[in-house]
């Protein structure tokens, strides 16, 4: 692994977590979503993602090697075919309305974009509370799904580079369990940057790694589970990641293991 460099500061130095030999062997005998990551992950190399491995520099946490886009396209077709799509439908509504709610006051009520929106449920949130609002997904079928459930609303199959690309920009960019799956950290974070405006917020969740509730022996924290996620944050290196992308970044705090940040797009020029 000589070839390592930390995706967040470059750096080379890192120290192991969890080889990824003993993920796959808690992985095998989890009682959740790890179980059958293992086995899609043990039949496949080119899913091998190495080591989870600690950066010496920043403290970022990743996995060592980062599967190919064509890789993980063909891991997430097999694995979200199997699972229910709507089974946590009415929690997942209620949650997103909570967390805009709680924004509402935050933000200049405009136009809202949701990133890897699913079935469009904070979408739909949003729209109820006055924003013109749109979301964006990769996966096809959520978003046919998400039209047919909230005619009202614009769902785009994108990625969030592509739809940087177009040039349009929103007031509040909601972002929420989504920056861990993605392969490239700095050009994500570059295409929210790209798509908020100036003045605008952003609003993104993602597990906390350094939260008091996660196990100190890591490899059992349930949302360990590469290649579905293959980067854990904590506060520090959000910042960073942010800072670098124009945002002034604060967090608000949340009783169970998840960053909540709050960010607001400053005038760069
Ligand atoms: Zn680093």
């Known amino acids: 692994m000589s070839e390592f460099s930390c995706r967040l ?6 120290t192991v977590l969890v080889s990824f030999e003993a ?12 179980k059958q990551l293992a086995a899609i992950t043990n039949n496949r190399p080119e899913l091998n993602f190495g080591d989870i491995v600690q950066c010496e520099t920043c403290g970022l946490r990743s996995v060592a090697r980062v599967p190919t886009s064509d890789a993980l396209a063909s891991f997430y077709k097999d694995y979200y075919g199997t699972q229910g799509y709507d089974s946590k439908k009415k929690s997942k509504i209620k949650r997103a309305s909570r967390y805009i709610r709680r924004l509402r006051k935050r933000v200049r009520i405009g136009e809202f974009l949701d990133i890897g929106c699913n079935l469009g449920f904070a979408v739909e949130a949003a729209s109820r509370m006055g924003f013109s609002a749109t979301g964006i997904e990769v996966d096809p079928v959520a978003v046919e799904s998400a039209r047919s459930y909230f005619p009202r609303s614009e769902f785009l199959c994108l990625t969030a580079e592509e739809f940087a690309a177009t040039g349009r920009t929103f007031d509040l960019v909601y972002c929420s369990e989504v920056i861990e799956h993605v392969p490239d950290i700095n050009v994500f974070a570059g295409a929210l940057s790209n798509l908020t405006k100036i003045g605008g917020c952003l609003f993104l969740t993602t597990p906390d790694a350094t939260h008091f509730r ?10 360990v589970k590469p290649p579905e996620h293959l980067t854990w944050f904590a506060k520090p290196q959000l910042s960073r990641l942010f800072r670098d992308q124009g945002f002034a970044v604060k967090f608000q705090f949340a009783a169970k293991p998840g960053v909540r940040m709050l960010a607001q797009r400053l005038d760069r020029s």
């Open 9 to 14: 500061c470059g750096k080379r130095g890192y």
């Open 23 to 34: 993920w796959l062997d808690n992985a095998k005998n989890a009682e959740d979503q790890r």
């Open 214 to 223: 996660v196990p100190r022996d890591f490899v059992r924290w349930p949302e």
